[in-house]
């Protein structure tokens, strides 16, 4: 299956990129260089070799985020896994994936799970007035900041770092490292937030059906909470990540739909693997399937290379 580049498809063209977008995040990053990260870790149980750990640390507006690490206490180098959870979900200690071979960090995002702040009912509303007040520009300075973390925390057994996401999470994920580029390698499984404009024709459910619900409510707030989201369109980012990168996409999915994801994949330049599945936010029996895009993300990591073509 071929899929044209979106920079020339006619059906990408209202992806719309701010002019200060450079200059905006340039300025978040300054602000939360100037905050600390003060690391809190406190181990509360061993199995085996693996040590279990929750972990605190402090991200932009000072606000505290929660997660856990999962480090293997040897002598032998690693691969480090950095992720956050899916939209309105919150982190499960991932034991199989540290039995796997793997040191693991996840945190829960600001207004989720461990890491609460006020906020709206709807979380992506929450600040939508512009993007400086938008809870999306701190979410993703909280995702730079576990990478951070973790590899501060892991820095005496750690061979590669991915950055790992699926859904909201693979959008962080994404954006994240082409902001701060620190991981070795990216993976995101049905990563959301790309093409804003065509989430609100093409969605169903989720975080992009709250917004149609609001602007449904609210017309006269199309133009300024489209201009806000424009900030966070994960396509937006897509040109800018540099390090090798595996997306895999559900090509039936009313949660993220698959032209929204292609919006992002089809403009990466970096070197990467597309893989898609039958389905992805359902109940049907071929979501086993993506089984093996655990797989192929898990050899890569180990080996440094993307997966072969699907």
Avoid at 216 to 226: F, G, I, R, T
Wanted: charged share 20%.
């Amino acid at each position: 299956m071929t899929h044209q580049n979106s920079a020339h498809n006619p059906l990408y063209q209202d992806i719309d990129r701010p002019e200060d977008f450079t200059a905006f995040w340039d300025e978040t990053l300054q602000h939360l260089a100037r905050v600390p990260a003060r690391i809190q870790q406190e181990q509360i149980r061993r199995h085996g070799a693996i040590n279990h750990s929750v972990v605190q640390f402090q991200s932009l507006d000072h606000v505290t985020i929660r997660g856990y690490l999962l480090h293997w206490d040897d002598n032998e180098k690693r691969p480090l896994v950095v992720y956050t959870h899916g939209y309105n979900g919150e982190c499960d200690v991932l034991w199989a994936w540290a039995r796997a071979g793997f040191n693991i960090l996840g945190f829960d995002t600001r207004g989720f799970g461990q890491s609460p702040v006020e906020r709206h009912e709807s979380w992506i509303l929450t600040g939508i007035e512009s993007p400086g007040s938008s809870i999306i520009r701190g979410a993703l300075c909280d995702y730079i900041r576990a990478v951070d973390v973790a590899r501060e925390t892991c820095s005496q057994g750690t061979s590669r770092t991915l950055a790992y996401g699926y859904s909201f999470g693979g959008a962080m994920a994404l954006m994240s490292q082409a902001l701060a580029p620190v991981a070795d390698m990216v993976t995101a499984g049905v990563p959301s937030f790309g093409w804003m404009a065509g989430r609100r024709r093409l969605v169903e459910k989720g975080s992009g059906f709250e917004v149609n619900q609001y602007l449904h409510a609210n017309p006269l707030q199309e133009l300024p909470v489209m201009n806000t989201l424009s900030y966070f369109d994960t396509a937006n980012f897509a040109e800018s990540i540099r390090q090798p990168t595996l997306i895999g996409i559900g090509m039936n999915d009313i949660v993220v739909p698959p032209d929204t994801v292609f919006a992002i994949s089809n403009r990466l330049a970096c070197p990467h693997r597309v893989m898609t599945f039958p389905f992805s936010h359902s109940d049907h029996e071929d979501e086993r399937l993506w089984k093996e895009f655990e797989q192929a993300w898990q050899a890569m990591i180990v080996s440094g290379e993307l997966p072969g073509p699907q």
